[in-house]
């Protein structure tokens, strides 16, 4: 069982999909799901269930933000102590996921008491209608993905699943990056590397599993919301000394779901 959480605005089509493959990832519990939203925009700290704009069952939280972009450390803390389950797990809000990605989780948590799990993705021009009610929605995605998706560069990391405290209780080692600018989720890879937790990739053992679904990009690497994350990225020297993509995983879990020390 997994507690999923993520930020977004509002809940379009991307956004609508994502959620919906989450539900599906047929674990034996259905998941728990969070969402972070910027405290500058929703000043009530209260959480509610989001029963107006599609996405009911969802839980809602207020964090702090810079520029309508709730902070990484904050999201990540809380979710770390308020989800239902043991294993946590970020996903961006524009990521399918496929139920062979649930079935990787699980193998790494069958091996693993602790452990911090990320894959690449595969980015794609979603122009297919999913019925997430057909069993055979992840058999189309899948297809459709292989004939039209591109694998991204390893640094393009969009999920980070864990067990265990590989980022310091509490998530407290994470600096209060801004989400979805550059730099965050590659210092997550290398403070877990740090701490001694196994970093498994499951890129192979969950072929297609991780789809991104392309849209038009805004994040400059030179906007002030980049610069301020590396900033902090460089707290102890040249921030480009802390970039880490799936390469530098510990792990990796074969398509077979053997795990494999590298």
């Not at 972009?69 to 043991?86: G, L």
């Not at 995605?141 to 864990?162: C, K, N, Q």
């Not at 001694?196 to 849209?215: E, F, L, M, R, S």
Request: hydrophobic share 35%; net charge negative; glycine share 6%.
């Amino acid at each position: 069982m997994i507690t999923f959480f993520t930020t977004y605005k509002e809940l379009g089509p991307r956004e609508t999909y994502a959620l919906a493959s989450w539900r599906h990832s047929q674990l034996p519990e259905g998941p728990q799901i969070l969402r972070y939203l910027p405290a500058a925009d929703y000043p009530s700290a209260e959480e509610w269930e989001d029963t107006t704009r599609g996405d009911a069952g969802v839980a809602m939280f207020i964090v702090p933000a810079t520029n309508g972009r709730p902070h990484v450390d904050a999201m990540f803390s809380h979710a770390d102590d308020w989800a239902k389950y043991k294993i946590k797990a970020y996903v961006n809000s524009d990521i399918i996921l496929l139920p062979k990605v649930g079935e990787a989780i699980q193998a790494v948590a069958s091996e693993l008491p602790e452990f911090m799990i990320t894959s690449q993705r595969w980015d794609v021009q979603f122009d297919v209608d999913l019925d997430m009610e057909d069993p055979n929605w992840p058999n189309e995605a899948a297809r459709y993905t292989e004939e039209h998706g591109v694998l991204h560069p390893t640094s393009g990391m969009d999920i980070f699943a864990w067990r265990g405290d590989p980022w310091g209780p509490g998530c407290k080692d994470i600096p209060p990056y801004i989400v979805g600018c550059y730099a965050w989720d590659t210092d997550l890879m290398c403070i877990a590397l740090e701490n001694g937790i196994p970093v498994v990739d499951i890129t192979w053992a969950a072929p297609y599993g991780v789809i991104h679904q392309n849209h038009r990009l805004v994040n400059r690497r030179d906007s002030p919301e980049a610069l301020y994350n590396k900033e902090l990225m460089g707290r102890d020297g040249d921030w480009h000394q802390r970039l880490r993509g799936t390469q530098h995983a510990t792990h990796v879990l074969e398509p077979d779901l053997t795990l494999r020390k590298k």
